[in-house]
């Protein structure tokens, strides 16, 4: 039988071997130190790669385990996968904790403390302020930007942007949030838009893009150019004047601007149109232009600078005066039949007088006696016009002209007479009116001849388009005449036909004559006058008509004479 003592002391050393064995499992078993988190970025930031590493602190662990929280909330649990540390991936945003648990086979011994760290996988926000997008510039210019960048979690700190337009990155360091530079460059980019291209990192090294923004390049001149107001060498009667006026680009334009010459004083800015549509004609009236002649030219500038002006000018002369008429004829007082020349002429001290617009109200006439007015109009080139007229007198005896028809007088006169050279006729033996500066004669036209020191008359009386009734004068002959026709006519009565005449055509109104002296024998069975024509009123039949009672007493006197000859005879044969 066991004595109790020996139950006591027996117990005691099972109690003993109990505790002790505890003591040296516990002291086997203790929880890992040294916790550190390895291939961060930052002490307290990541983008969710990194490892996390301890010291074990006992000798007979079996595993550790990884108690994981998220924003304080077990997120998940792990074991280590190495002998004292534990790989983390993962890029869902938070603050995580790990907590390290020492195991063996029989007890879980945790970490009495933890370790953190914020894992931050979004991207900078990158926003450009005071930037017009689409901005037009030269590519000699450089590029200002004013970049904001701002991180919710890690921050800038190391932040750069990273700038890129032309294919050469700039790099600006973020400073408070900001990065800025007003020299990027545009250096050999062509005409057109081109995207800016602006890249930031955060503290982590996320890597954010802002390409939303452009820049338009134009190196490229506008065209500036006139329309169809003014045309060029505009002669104006109103000091006010509309000009069309245009600035074309291939991108946008911007100003307009009307330039005069006031040649005292240089070019001067007249109009401007600072916001002028591209390509669109502006149409505008400058008013109250001082007379005088002007040049005018248009210049406009894009948007980008560029410049040009219009190639062509505009040269308008502004008059507003009318200008002076001067007639006169001289000499200032003739006989009948005799010749005035009257001229419609003026001044003008602005545009100049329009010789176009210069007219006469009446031709100058000698035919019938007493005071004439010959009434002149003068217009210079803006338009204004002036009057005035000159007098002039006819002395003498009227003339008039016989009708064909019945011998009664008319009171016919004609309206221009040609003038010949002071030369006889026949010495200058033909004249074609298809020469006169008119090319040919009128209705009441007449060409003046000179004939054994007599002045006589060749006109149309009468014209027609196939027709003309020609007069020979100063005994008044008249012969109509068809076209290709023509007549000879013996108008001193001495037996020879003096002068031919034939119409060779009539155009415009006017008849294309040949008047040609003759010294031809009348042929016995010829009367005065032989034409190829029709209406024929001969000398003799005028003679006759204009006798009283219509008899030809011709007959009579050649009688007459024919018994003086007989008589004289007779008396000189009796005295022999």
Known sequence: MVDKKEILIIGTFIFSIVILSMFFVLAAVAAPTGLIINQNVTPLYDEGNFT????????????????????????????????????????????????????NETLDQLNSTNISMYIDTTAPSILVTNYTNATTKKNTDQLTLN??????????????????????????VVTGNWCNSSSINLTNLDDGYHIINIWVNDTVNNLGLNNSFFVLIDTTSPTASFGTNPIN???????????????????????????GNWTSSGWHANQT????????????????????????????????????????????????TSPSASPACTPSTVETSETVTCTCGGSDSGSGI????????????????????????????????????????????????????????????????IPQTAQEF????????SSFSGGGLRAKERVKIKFNDEEHFVGIRELTETSATIEIASDPVQVKLDVG????????????????????????????ITIEYLNEIIPEEKGSV???????????????????????????????????????????????
């Open 147 to 172: 970049i904001n960048v701002t991180d919710a979690l890690s921050g800038e700190t190391g932040s750069q942007c990273l700038i890129d337009v032309n294919g050469t990155n700039q790099t600006v």
């Open 273 to 320: 149109n600072a916001s002028s549509v591209n390509n669109t004609f502006w149409n505008i009236t400058v008013s109250g232009i001082v007379d005088g002649t002007y040049v005018w030219g248009v210049y406009c500038n894009d948007s980008a600078g560029n410049s040009n002006w219009s190639i062509t000018n505009r040269t308008v002369t502004i008059d507003t």
């Open 52 to 103: 996390v590493n301890w010291t074990a602190g006992g000798v007979d662990q079996a595993n550790f385990t990884i108690y994981i929280y998220a924003d304080g909330v077990l997120y998940t649990t792990d074991t280590n996968d190495s002998i004292s540390g534990y790989s983390f991936s993962n890029t869902t945003e938070a603050n995580y904790t790990f907590t390290i648990g020492a195991v």
């Open 485 to 512: 026709e023509d007549a000879k006519v013996d108008f001193d009565e001495d037996g020879y036909y003096d002068i031919y005449v034939k119409l060779n055509k009539i155009i415009s109104g006017k008849a294309d």
């Open 354 to 417: 329009n010789s176009g617009a210069t007219s006469a109200s009446s031709t100058p006439s000698t035919v019938n006696s007493g005071t004439f007015t010959y009434g002149c109009s003068v217009a210079d080139y803006a338009g204004n016009t002036a009057s005035a007229s000159a007098t002039y007198i006819v002395e003498g005896q009227s003339s008039s002209g016989s009708s064909s028809s019945g011998g009664a007088t008319s009171t016919f006169s004609y309206s221009k007479t």
């Open 426 to 433: 026949k010495d200058i033996k033909k004249i074609e009116t």
């Open 233 to 259: 060498n505009y002669n104006s009667s109103s000091a006010d004047v509309v000009f069309d006026l245009k600035c074309a680009d291939g991108y946008s334009a911007n100003d307009l601007v009307l330039y």
């Open 530 to 576: 032989e034409t190829t024509g029709e209406d024929v009123t001969p000398r003799e039949e005028i003679e006759k008509e204009s006798e009283p009672g219509g008899k030809n007493y011709t007959w009579l006197w050649i009688l007459i004479i024919v018994l003086v000859i007989v008589v004289g005879a007779g008396i000189k044969y009796k005295k022999k």
